[in-house]
Every structure is written in C-alpha cells, then in structure tokens.
C-alpha cells in the first residue's frame, strides 16, 4: 500500500459533488432569490434613510446633533467637543460624505446585531445546552474569512448594501451574543437566589436582576461589535458598499498612497469616536458599584 | 398592617440526597445506609436525614449547627427553594413539596420572605427600590409608602437614595430586613442572617429583631452556627449534626438536658447564668413551711436572681409568675446550676 500518497476521492467525485452543491445552491438562489431580497429589503431602505438624512441635511446640523447625541450617551465635554473637531478635519479634507455612510452603515449594523445578538445571548445563558450549540457557530462566524461567506451572499442578493449588511453583522455579532451571555451567567448565585425566593417569575428575573447586572458586559460587547463592523468596512466595499472603504480599496489598486492614509485615518477617527462615547456610557452604567457618596 | 404567623409548619420524613440518582437511595438510608457510606459506595452525598420538625407559628425557631450541618439546606426547603428527595413540608394545609411552579411562586410572594447570609442585595437599585423589590414583583402600588416606613422602622431613614454597596455591612442587612419584613409575610425564613457582621452589630441586630417580633409575631425560622444567638433568639431550638436532628427543645432544656455528649460538648461554654431561669430550678414549696420573705420573678435569669439575692442578703426566695407560686429557690441550688457539671467534676 502507498503510504505517502494520502488516500483521497477521486477527482471525478470531488467534481461532481462541487458541481451537486453548486447546481443545488444556484437553483435555490433562483428559487428564492427574490423573496429573500424582498425580506431584506426594509433594512436596505432603512440603510438608505439614514444615509440620505445625514448627507443631504445641512453639515452643521448633522455635526451638532451628532455632538449632542454623543454627549448625551458620554456626558463628557472632552469627548464630545474631541469628536466635532475630528469630523471638522475629516470633512475639511473632502471625506465628509464618505464618513456619513460609514456611520450610517456601521448604525445599522450595530443595531441590527443588537436586536438579534441579545435574545441569543439570553437564550444561551438559559440553557446549557443551546450555549453548546451555537458556541461553534460563534467560533465558525469569528474565524470563517469573510470572503467565504460573501460567494453565496452575493450570489443572492448581488452587489450592494444588503449583501454587505450581512457581510458586516455576520463578522461582527458574535461580541454582543458572547458577553450578553457571559454578563448574564456572571450575575451572583446569591442575587438570583434571593429573587427566586421573592417569588420572581424567570421573565422578572431576567428584567430585574440579570439583564440589568450584564448591562455593563452587554455594553462592551456592543462596543467591540461596533469596532469589528468598522474594521468590515474596507472589505464590505468590495462588494458594493459605499464610504470610507471604496477609497480605501481605490487607492490598494493604483498605489495612492495618500488617499489609503487620509481614509484609513478617517474610519480611524470614527472607531475611536465610537469607542469612547460608548465605553464611557457603559463606566456609567456602573455607578453603582463604586463606594462612597 | 401586617401579617402575625398563623400556622405551623410541619417537617415530616425529610431526607435530601444530592447526586444524579438521589431517589434510588433512598429507601437504603433509611434502612440505616450511613452517610459515609453512601459517599463512599454511590458517591451520593446524604444532606438531611429523617427531619421531623414542628415549627410554631408566631414563634421564633433557631436551627443550630455547624457548617456542612445541612442548616441551609433545610431553610430553604420551607420556601422550596431546594426539593427533597423524600417527605412533606406542610402549612396550613398544602405541601409546599408538591406545589405546581405557579403555586410555590404565590407562596413565595405572599407567605413567605428571607433574609440572607451575604444579604443579596440588589447592586444596582437604591435602598429604597431594594425594600420595595418583594412588592414591586407583585406589582402592588403602594410599594414605595411601604418600604418607607419599614426602611424607617429598621432605622435607616436617610438613606433610601443610597446604593448597597455605600453601606456597611450591618446597614446593609438592615436593607435586608427591611425587604423582609415589607413583603408582609407570615414566614419569615433568615439563614445565618447576622453571622456575617461584627460582634457588637450582630448583637444590635438581635435587638431588632426581638424588639420586632414582640409586635409582629411571625413565624420565623433563624439559622446560625452560633449557640449563643440561638439561645438568645430562639423560643425553640433545634440542633442538627451531619444532617441529622441531635435535639430539639428549648434553650433551658438544650442547657440543663443536652441529649448527648455531642450537644454537652457545644453547650459546654455557654454562660448558664444568662440563659437559665428561676423557674426552671424552682423546688416545689413544702406544705406547711413558711415562704422565704423575698420574691422573685419565675422568668428571671440566674444571674439575676443571684445578684439580687446577694444584694438583699437572702439566701432562700420564692418564685412567683405574676401572682402564682412557682416554688422555692436558694443560693446553694443557684450556683449549683450556674456552673457547668462538666467543668465541676474536673475542677477539684
């Protein structure tokens, strides 16, 4: 027996089981490709919204709101008068429009992974067994390259900002689920013992006690789901996403060197915007803990 | 405004295995499978065995014993917070064993309430919303006004905007309480409540909670390692070993009549002065004799009677509860059961 060839399929038969899944998955993308768009369809409209409202109202506007929502989620002078002097320069140096549908997309997203992110999180810190289950789907998602995932993404809905959505939220949910379920499942023994003895329902539990004890765990893991889906970005504009990627990529093809640095710097400023606006509503959400009046 | 204990509690035939397959053994232990020995062959840990225990209303109860004793486990069988592998808990009527979940959390809302070792606050809510949180889970709308005055009544006004872990440790159980008793429960169930607190605070808090129940009347079951508070606290006590009950009765009986010398050995260093009454050593008065010309009261602590005996220069008084004639006491009799025989035999 040969023991260093190693004993694989013929080529015949791998052949023709690519070619089985692929013609499966290419009917099926016939079959349902328009239903599935049509599902995700508000979400591209909402994308749209958001963007159009941040770029065809007045700048000034949008930077004051912009200033005052991170204020409102900071209540910090410091970071917020940091960020309206980041967005200053970023539009004085012609990515103003760009960064608006970076922020839209990244919003999106975001809010996307939490809405589905957290019930997940939930689900798995009730039951030991849905927690093994989706732990290596978690893993697949982290670790799968993202290019992998976009073939038959784009091979349903094509190129443009729903594929690219998906591209985003799939890289960038795992976070949110992993801490909602780890802040829940590290709430004290002894807190939800005395909730249980108090006669809560588990619905009371959940909305007394172990959400609101994970909410500063739920609050970083938002908060790494936000940097990961900008670091999606550049990639999700290979597909047709538009900002602060696309020159990005532009400028990988023709060797610009500046035009890579300045937008590479913008989506740089963003994160950090974002990072520190939500990090420090998350040390708030922790006042409780610390000692002294 | 509130509730008095009106029912007893009944535990009948308790055992509780802990293991994968508790059920199984036990019809083994209680043919006399022993505790090791049913580690030792099934890896089965035996936590409680044949508990039969009256708990009565109004009263406070004191279960004694030391860590690993099954104490806890045994507290928290009454709320069903921990299902036994064998046996009943009754009140007024209902096993809490086989309530339906819907049942046992009605029971949980409206008969009983706990308080707890490390308190178990809740971190992130004000004094105040902690007092209220019974009340708030059962969606009353008075909450707040309640647990004002309770928050008021454990003496903590002041500090309803304060979060748990701004207090001290006595202040915090205070909130404990205070959550306790707002719920307006017949049973009140406190495991080791105050052993985690300083000497002098945890005597402060047995204050409270006596001067507490004089007016409220719960039933209440207290948990604590410490035979002093037991005996301070409790109107009956019961002392659990290994999972097994050693002695039941009052703190005079534990005192005066340990059932064994496990028991002797705890209570061994017990100050007996403090703790014994007159009544309790009081002889019957002979017929005919005449009675010694001082009173003193049948519920009076040795100590007591002793330092005013001495103060009086009497060395025979009589022992009256209220009008009736309990008996006759002298100096002699006193010291007698003052010292520990224990320590008499040995000290000559």
């Not at chain 2, 006491?329 to 010292?339: G, H, K, Q, R, S």
């Amino acid at each position: 027996m040969d023991l260093i060839r190693f004993p694989e399929m013929s080529r015949g038969n791998l052949r023709a089981m690519r070619q089985t899944v692929d013609g499966a998955f290419r009917d099926f993308t016939r079959a349902w490709g328009d239903t599935l768009e049509a599902i995700f369809a508000p979400l591209q409209s909402l994308l749209t919204f958001i963007e159009n409202l941040l770029i065809r109202s007045p700048w000034i506007a949008v930077l004051a709101v912009l200033a005052a929502g991170i204020w409102l989620v900071s209540r910090s002078w410091k970071i917020a008068l940091g960020s309206v002097l980041a967005l200053l320069v970023v539009g004085y140096f012609g990515m103003w429009e760009d960064t608006m549908r970076t922020i839209a997309m990244v919003a999106v997203c975001t809010l996307i992974a939490v809405v589905l992110g957290i019930p997940v999180g939930i689900l798995m810190a009730q039951s030991n067994r849905m927690n093994a289950m989706v732990t290596p789907i978690l893993d697949m998602m982290q670790t799968m390259p993202s290019f992998v995932y976009l073939i038959p993404v784009v091979m349903i809905f094509g190129l443009g900002k729903v594929p690219g959505l998906i591209a985003v939220v799939i890289y960038a949910i795992p976070p949110v689920i992993r801490l909602t379920n780890l802040g829940i499942r590290q709430v004290a023994p002894d807190v939800l013992e005395a909730a249980e003895a108090f006669g809560s329902s588990s619905w009371q539990k959940l909305r007394d006690v172990q959400l609101p004890l994970a909410l500063p765990t739920i609050m970083a893991g938002i908060n790494q789901t936000i940097m990961m889906s900008l670091a999606m970005v550049v990639v999700a504009s290979m597909i047709g996403v538009r900002g602060l990627g696309q020159p990005v990529l532009q400028a990988i093809n023709q060797q610009y060197f500046t035009m890579g640095v300045m937008n590479g710097l913008a989506i740089v400023a963003i994160a950090i915007i974002m990072d520190r606006t939500t990090q420090a509503y998350g040390k708030r959400l922790q006042k409780h803990t610390e000692a002294g009046k | 405004m509130n509730k008095a204990g009106t029912h007893d509690i009944e535990i009948r035939d308790l055992y509780k295995i802990f293991g994968p397959e508790a059920g199984q053994h036990v019809e083994a232990v209680k043919a006399g499978l022993t505790k090791a020995e049913l580690n030792d062959r099934h890896n089965h840990v035996l936590g409680l065995q044949d508990i039969n225990l009256t708990i009565p209303h109004g009263r406070i109860t004191v279960i004694m014993g030391l860590s690993g004793s099954g104490k806890s486990t045994l507290i928290r069988h009454i709320n069903g917070l921990i299902q036994p592998t064998a046996g009943q808990v009754l009140y007024d009527g209902m096993d809490v064993v086989t309530m339906t979940p819907t049942q046992l959390r009605d029971f949980r809302r409206q008969k009983t309430a706990m308080v707890f070792q490390k308190f178990a606050l809740l971190p992130h809510r004000t004094v105040l919303r902690n007092v209220a949180y019974g009340l708030d889970i059962r969606g009353m709308a008075e909450a707040e006004e309640r647990a004002r005055h309770w928050i008021d009544r454990v003496g903590l006004q002041g500090y309803e905007d304060y979060y748990p872990r701004q207090l001290s440790g006595g202040m915090q159980q205070r909130v404990g309480l205070a959550r306790a008793l707002a719920n307006d429960a017949e049973i009140l169930l406190m495991d080791e409540a105050f052993s985690a607190l300083d000497p002098l605070i945890r005597m402060d808090m047995q204050s409270i909670l006596l001067e507490l129940q004089q007016e409220l009347r719960k039933t209440i079951i207290f948990i604590t390692h410490d035979l002093d508070e037991a005996l301070r606290l409790g109107d009956k006590i019961a002392i659990l070993r290994d999972g097994a009950m050693e002695q039941v009765g009052n703190g005079q009986e534990i005192v005066l009549r340990p059932a064994n010398a496990y028991i002797a050995e705890f209570v061994r260093e017990v100050n007996r002065g403090r703790i014994i009454e007159a009544r309790t050593i009081a002889t019957p008065a002979t017929q005919g004799r005449e009675l010694p010309d001082f009173t003193v009261k049948a519920r009076s602590k040795l100590d007591l009677v002793a330092r005013r005996m001495t103060k009086a220069g009497m060395s025979e008084a009589q022992v009256r509860d209220g009008e009736v004639l309990v008996g006759t006491i002298d100096l002699p009799a006193i010291l007698e059961a003052m010292v520990n025989p224990a320590d008499a035999a040995s000290d000559d």
